[in-house]
C-alpha cells in the first residue's frame, strides 16, 4: 500500500528525526558529523528554510525546521542524498544508509515548541554520551552559547518563544536549565535499572555457559576468539536474550560485540514476530 503524502506548508515548523537503516550509526566518526553540517549548510542556502534547532547522535538526527516556500520534502531529499552518497562511497557501501521513512511533526504552539527543545537538546545525555548539554559538541545550543550561529537561526528561535529577541533569549536559558534537571533525576533512575538489566543478563550468560560444561569458556566467548564452537555459543546466546525482550545494545556489551553483529544474529527473530 503506497505511503499517503504528508502535507507541510510555508512557515510550518517541524520536527525531524530520521534514523540509520536498521538503528546502524551513519555519523560515528567526527568527520562525519561535520560533514553532515556542511552538507546541512548548502541545502538551506538553497532552499530557503530555517533551521531552528537540531543535534546530530550516532545513529540519527534531530532537526527543527520553519518551511518557506521549497517543500519539504524536497530539502529533506537533498539533505539525505547527499549524505548518503558520500557515507557509501567513504565506507564502500551498497544499500540504504537512512531508514526509508523520516519522521514529521508539526509545531503548532509554543508549549509543543518548548518540549521539543528540550527533547531535542537532552538527546546525547540519554545515552551517556554527556552528562551536560552544553558538553556536546554537535548541536544547536553549543552554537548559541559560542554566538557562531553557523547552522541555526537563533534569532527567529527565541522570537517564536518570547516575541522579541531579549525576552525569548532569556526564555531559552530557562528551560534550558529546566531540561538540564529533569533529565539528571531521570538519568539516576535510567541508569540503575539499566544496571539491573546487564546484571541479570551476565548471570544469564554465566548459566547458559555452565549448561555446556563451560565449552566455551566466558572469558572465550568475550573475546575476538572466532572458533566454530564459540561463535556458535555467541550467535545461539544473543538469540535467546534477543527473543527474552533483551536490547541489541545490551546483548552487544555483555557479549563485547558491535551491535551491529547482534542484530546480523537476530534479524530472523525480529523479522518473524511482525
Known amino acids: 500500500m503506497p505511503r499517503p503524502l504528508r502535507q507541510f506548508h510555508p512557515g510550518g515548523i517541524y520536527h525531524i528525526t530520521h534514523r540509520g537503516h536498521n538503528k546502524f550509526h551513519i555519523f560515528e566518526e567526527t568527520i562525519d558529523k561535520a ?3 556542511d552538507i546541512l549548510r548548502k541545502v538551506v542556502q538553497e532552499t530557503g528554510c530555517h533551521v531552528l534547532f537540531y543535534t546530530i547522535m550516532d545513529n540519527h538526527y534531530h532537526l527543527l525546521i520553519e ?8 530539502v529533506m531529499r537533498r539533505l539525505n542524498t547527499r549524505y ?16 526509508s521513512h523520516y519522521s514529521a511533526s508539526e509545531v503548532k504552539d509554543k508549549k509543543y515548541l518548548v518540549s521539543v527543545i528540550q527533547y531535542i537538546a537532552t538527546n546525547p545525555i540519554k545515552p551517556s554520551l554527556v552528562q551536560k548539554i552544553n558538553e556536546y559538541r554537535w548541536c544547536a545550543h553549543l552554537e548559541i552559547v559560542a ?30 536549565q529546566e531540561a538540564q534537571q529533569k533529565v539528571e ?7 540503575n535499572l539499566s544496571s539491573q538489566r546487564i546484571n541479570a543478563l551476565e548471570s544469564q550468560l ?25 561463535s556458535e555459543s555467541r550467535r545461539s546466546f544473543a538469540r535467546i536474550a534477543f527473543s527474552q525482550g533483551y536490547k541489541v545494545s545490551e546483548i552487544a556489551k555483555v557479549l563485547n560485540v558491535s551491535e ?11 523479522s518473524t514476530d511482525g
Request: proline share 2%; hydrophobic share 35%; charged share 25%.
Open 35 to 37: 560533514h553532515f553540517l
Open 67 to 74: 518551511m518557506q516556500e521549497m517543500p519539504l520534502d524536497k
Open 84 to 99: 548518503a552518497i558520500y557515507y557509501t562511497k567513504k565506507h564502500r557501501l551498497s544499500g540504504s544508509v537512512f531508514d
Open 147 to 176: 554566538r557562531k550561529q553557523e547552522n541555526i537561526l537563533s534569532n527567529r528561535l527565541f522570537e517564536l518563544l518570547g516575541g522579541n529577541y531579549e525576552k525569548g533569549k532569556s526564555h531559552y536559558f530557562k528551560l534550558i
Open 185 to 191: 533525576q531521570n538519568t539516576a533512575l535510567d541508569i
Open 206 to 230: 554465566v548459566s547458559f555457559l555452565a549448561s555446556q560444561n563451560n565449552t566455551p569458556t566466558l572469558k572465550q566467548i568475550r573475546s575476538d576468539d572466532r572458533d566454530q564452537v564459540v
Open 260 to 270: 551491529r553483529s547482534v542484530y546480523g544474529w537476530c534479524k530472523m527473530i525480529d
